[in-house]
């Protein structure tokens, strides 16, 4: 699997089956009125990074991220990237180990252009902010949406969320006089569907079919493609699908200017393989080979994290830009 392989994963392969969810449990966090989280009585509204401040968040991601690739290290990016990201990228760099423990043998840099950084005022932690820019890899016209948080003023900048959409697709984001955007809270009635809700109304509708959620590649295809597969002759597959919604899984959104919101949310899922006896299920891929556990006798589970990028309208269908995946572990059985 390529790295330069649009809406799936920026690298090749994609991350183990351990949730590195943040715990809350050490800091005292609540929700404003406003929606704004408030962590250690911090309530002034301010810009949650300078420009100069996030340009150096990029250029140390970039700098960590290609170290990770090269020699499929994962110690050299661990910082730098939390959330989804995280687990997509410690299970790419984990089996690209495995298969090649001299490092990455077509390693080539990822370098990001024409960057954007849209900033949002808000009160307390965690903090974050959005860059858009080009690519060297993957489609010409598309544009790298990645997000880049922080828990609280003793952490480094690390991106949660990496999605790739059509250039076209960028939302125009709602700012004030100065120039700072403006995050939605997680509760939201204004919205089509709440932030928070977004996960468990995704994997809903991934399961039951539906009209939340606007016709297109990553919601009625997707589901379509799902359903062929589910029982072929010898062979049945399974979906599980589930919402991540804590600590650095949890959603973020930007206001934009017809009074929705560009939102971003993390789900979950499992697509177990049960062959019929006789019949074999054969594994060719050798990163699944690398990250699995047990023996595939009749079975193999497959699990995967994925981070979606989507429009959140005032009313109306859910728009769902970008899906970007990654297997975090697999099992035989």
């Known amino acids: 699997m390529s790295r330069d392989r649009g809406d799936h994963s920026p690298r090749t392969l994609r991350s183990p089956g351990r949730f590195a969810r943040a715990a809350a449990a050490a800091t005292v966090v609540s929700l404003t009125a406003s929606g704004c989280v408030v962590v250690h009585g911090e309530r002034k509204v301010v810009p949650t990074a300078t420009h100069a401040e996030a340009a150096r968040a990029l250029k140390d991601f970039l700098r960590a991220y290609n170290k990770a690739d090269k020699g499929y290290d994962r110690s050299?990016?661990?910082?730098?990237?939390?959330?989804?990201?995280?687990?997509?990228?410690?299970?790419?760099?984990?089996?690209?180990?495995?298969?090649?423990?001299?490092?990455?043998?077509?390693?080539?840099?990822?370098?990001?252009?024409?960057?954007?950084?849209?900033?949002?005022?808000?009160?307390?932690?965690?903090?974050w902010f959005v860059v858009d820019a080009?690519?060297?890899?993957?489609?010409?016209?598309?544009?790298?949406?990645?997000?880049?948080?922080?828990?609280?003023?003793?952490?480094?900048?690390?991106?949660?969320?990496?999605?790739?959409?059509?250039?076209?697709?960028?939302?125009?984001?709602?700012?004030?006089?100065?120039?700072?955007?403006?995050?939605?809270?997680?509760?939201?009635?204004?919205l089509a569907v709440q932030p928070r809700r977004l996960g468990s109304a995704y994997t809903a509708y991934l399961k039951d079919?539906?009209?939340?959620?606007?016709?297109?590649?990553?919601?009625s295809q997707w589901r379509a493609a799902r359903l062929r597969n589910a029982s072929k002759p010898g062979l049945a597959r399974q979906y599980i699908d589930e919402p991540l919604t804590d600590?650095?899984?949890?959603?973020?959104?930007?206001?934009?200017?017809?009074?929705?919101?560009?939102?971003?949310?993390?789900?979950?899922?499992?697509?177990?393989?049960?062959?019929?006896?006789?019949?074999?299920?054969?594994?060719?891929?050798?990163?699944?080979?690398?990250?699995?556990?047990?023996?595939?006798?009749?079975?193999?589970?497959?699990?995967?994290?994925?981070?979606?990028?989507?429009?959140?309208?005032?009313?109306?269908?859910?728009k769902v830009l970008s899906r970007v995946e990654g297997l975090t572990g697999a099992k035989g059985e």
């Not at 899922?269 to 047990?294: C, F, H, S, W």
């Open 247 to 318: 600590g650095d899984y949890a959603p973020l959104g930007l206001r934009t200017t017809d009074g929705g919101a560009l939102v971003f949310f993390v789900t979950h899922r499992y697509e177990k393989q049960t062959a019929a006896q006789g019949v074999n299920i054969n594994v060719t891929d050798p990163n699944i080979k690398a990250l699995m556990t047990g023996e595939v006798k009749q079975s193999l589970t497959l699990e995967f994290v994925s981070n979606q990028a989507v429009l959140d309208p005032p009313k109306g269908q859910v």
């Open 209 to 219: 079919g539906g009209d939340t959620f606007a016709p297109g590649t990553h919601t």
């Open 76 to 127: 050299q990016d661990a910082d730098r990237v939390t959330g989804a990201l995280a687990d997509i990228d410690a299970g790419k760099l984990a089996a690209g180990h495995r298969n090649h423990p001299d490092g990455n043998p077509d390693h080539s840099p990822l370098k990001l252009a024409d960057a954007t950084f849209t900033i949002p005022e808000k009160a307390g932690w965690p903090r």
């Open 134 to 190: 080009s690519a060297n890899k993957g489609r010409p016209d598309a544009r790298w949406l990645l997000v880049f948080t922080r828990s609280d003023p003793g952490e480094v900048w690390a991106v949660s969320y990496l999605t790739i959409v059509a250039s076209g697709d960028v939302p125009q984001f709602k700012k004030d006089q100065d120039g700072w955007a403006e995050p939605v809270p997680a509760d939201d009635a204004a």
